[in-house]
Structure formats: structure tokens, C-alpha cells
């Protein structure tokens, strides 16, 4: 596969967001499928009340029709893939939950939990068994790495729990801002493409993350500011699950905290936050995840969004610096 099939599924899939975001958007807004709101979020975010959601499921059809069909099989690919629709299924029916059944915080945490774990399990299982893939944690650039090979690879699962829950939820945290999560998401993504294309083998890797850039940037057509759709947890989880299987499959497991850096930043606000208020009762950020911080001090979204997004640039560039350094190391 060359970098011509690599455009070509990464157009294809901005194109299938373009053309189908507004026909779902209208079947969305006929059935009355709009955000809700948190009473205590930003002020100035009641105003996107009944905005349409669960725009991520356009995300995953366009990521998956022009995947599928230039995609060779190969297992590590594909095994990535299914963790997208895996978790994009989780997401959906959290989303529908919150919709449908009016239940404002959808799906029990413990459910999600347990959910994830088995979609962890169902990676652990094609990284292990059909991509076979050896059981092991790279730490790049020093050339060593940790065996997590004992007690028949249990240690690697844990492992890939751990990649896949802090994924798909740094990336639903981060989707609070229109256009947040699609953008930061889609410069990831081009990170993986640049890491996957210049290893001989991964170019099916390189292609899902060509069509996961295209379909996030195909979705910013109408989730950018000011949104007409949401990707709601559909889109969240589904795009976090595809950056989660990307990096266990190129063994970029710990890279990934820098490549997505802006996720890492978004979860360890609300963790700081969350400790300090309940260790010390105090706040460390006026509003967490840290881009309501800036909205409560009067930055505009636009602001906020655009500054995060170099920040993304930033920490993706390093991340693939660091990854082709180690390559030239081995």
C-alpha cells in the first residue's frame, strides 16, 4: 500500500462525513436527539442545549466503509479496528441510554467498566494470539523493554485494559469543546499514519489511521464552532478506542501518553482536581477539564480550542520524533 491509497482512504472518509453528516444530523433533530446540558457546566454552554449528538456514529461508518474495503486483512489492522467499533458501541448505548431512557448520567460506571474490559480482552486476544504480537512493553528511545509475559500474558492484558479505559476516557473528557476532541483526535491520528506508513508491514495500521484523521476532519466540517452536531460518547469512545488499539498494535503503548498529550492533560485535571478537593477541599482549577478552567476565565472557545490544538500539534510532533529515534536506535 502507498501513500496515494493512503490519501485516497483518508479523503474518502472525510468525504462520506461531509455528505452524510447532514442528512443524519436532520434525522437527529427530527426525533429530537439534542445535548443535554449539566446545570453546572459554563454558562455560556446552555445556550448549545438540544444541539444534535450522536453525530459518531457518521465518524465510524466513514472510518470503517474505506478502511474495509482497501484494508488487506491484516489481523494487527483490524483487531484496532474492532476496538473502534467496540468502544463506538459502548458509547452509543450510553448515548441512548441518556436519550432515549432520559436517564441524564446513561450508563452505570461500573458497566462502562466492565465493558471495556472486554473489548480489552477481545484486543489482548488478536494482539496475542492472531497478530502474535510478543507480550511486551517498549519504552523507545533507551533500548529496553518490559516482559509482561507471565502467568500466560495476564500482565499485558492488564496493560491493554489500561491503554483502552484511559483512552476512550481522556477522549470523552476532552470532547467539551466544539471541535476539541475531532481536531486534537485527527492530529494523533496523523502522528500514527507518519509512525505506521515508515514501517514495512504496518501499512494497513497506517491506512485506519489515514481514515480515522479523514473522518474527524470530515466530522470538524460541522461540529467546529458554533457546532451543529455533537459526536456525543458514540464519537468519544469510538475514537478513543481507535487511538487505544493504534498504539498497542504499533507497541506505542507508552508513547502514547506524548503523542496525546492534550488527553493526558484534560484526565489529569479532573484527577487533580478531584483529589485536592476532596483531600484538601480546595480546587486547583476554577472548572475541570482544564478548557472550562480557561472558559471561566473569560478566554473564548475559539480561544481555547485553536491554542489546544497547537498544543496537540506539539506533543504529536515530539511523540514522532521520539518513536523515529528509536527505530534508528534498533
Known amino acids: 500500500m502507498d501513500m496515494v491509497e493512503l490519501v485516497i482512504g483518508g479523503a ?3 468525504l462520506f462525513c461531509v455528505f452524510l453528516s447532514p442528512r443524519f444530523i436532520e434525522f437527529l433533530r427530527e426525533r429530537s436527539f439534542g445535548q443535554h446540558i449539566r446545570a453546572e457546566g459554563p454558562a ?3 445556550v448549545k442545549a438540544g444541539t444534535p449528538t450522536m453525530g459518531g456514529v457518521v465518524i465510524l461508518i466513514a472510518l470503517s466503509v474505506p478502511f474495509l474495503v482497501l484494508s488487506t486483512g491484516d489481523w494487527r489492522a483490524l ?3 474492532a476496538v473502534a467499533i467496540g468502544c463506538g ?3 452509543f448505548s450510553d448515548d441512548y441510554v441518556k436519550l432515549i431512557k432520559r436517564r441524564s448520567l446513561g450508563l452505570r460506571g461500573r458497566t462502562k467498566m466492565v ?4 473489548v480489552s480482552i477481545g484486543l489482548w486476544l488478536v494482539a496475542t494470539e492472531l497478530a502474535e504480537l510478543p507480550a511486551v512493553l517498549r519504552l523507545r528511545v533507551v533500548d ?6 507471565a502467568f500466560h500474558n495476564l500482565p499485558y492484558l492488564v496493560l491493554i485494559y489500561l491503554v483502552v479505559a484511559g483512552t476512550t476516557n481522556a477522549v470523552n473528557l476532552t470532547d467539551g469543546l466544539d471541535g476539541l476532541a475531532a481536531g486534537s483526535t485527527a492530529i494523533v491520528a496523523l502522528a500514527f499514519t507518519a509512525i505506521c506508513a515508515g514501517v514495512g508491514g504496518q501499512q494497513d495500521l497506517a491506512l485506519l489511521a489515514a481514515v480515522l484523521a479523514g473522518s474527524c476532519v470530515g466530522f470538524l466540517w460541522f461540529n467546529a464552532f458554533p457546532a451543529t452536531v455533537f459526536m456525543g460518547d458514540t464519537g468519544s ?3 478513543g478506542g481507535a487511538l487505544a488499539g493504534l498504539a498497542v498494535m504499533t507497541q506505542t503503548e507508552l508513547l502514547l501518553v506524548v503523542l496525546g498529550g492534550v488527553f493526558v492533560i484534560e484526565a489529569l485535571s479532573v484527577i487533580i482536581q478531584v483529589f ?3 483531600t484538601f477541599g480546595r480546587r486547583v482549577f476554577l472548572m475541570a477539564p482544564i478548557h472550562h478552567h480557561f472558559e471561566m476565565k473569560a478566554w473564548s472557545e475559539t480561544k481555547i480550542i485553536l491554542r489546544f490544538w497547537i498544543v496537540a500539534s506539539v506533543f504529536a510532533t515530539i511523540g514522532y520524533v521520539l518513536y523515529d529515534q528509536s527505530v534508528a536506535i534498533h
Not at 465493558?115 to 472486554?118: E, I, K, Q
Not at 529496553?144 to 509475559?149: E, K, P, R, T
Request: glycine share 14%; no cysteine.
Open 44 to 46: 455560556g454552554h446552555h
Open 12 to 14: 474518502a472518509a472525510l
Open 237 to 239: 469512545l469510538g475514537i
Open 144 to 149: 529496553v523493554q518490559l516482559d509482561l509475559s
Open 89 to 91: 458501541l459502548i458509547g
Open 276 to 278: 485536592s478537593f476532596q
Open 79 to 81: 483487531g484496532a479496528w
Open 115 to 118: 465493558s471495556l474490559l472486554a
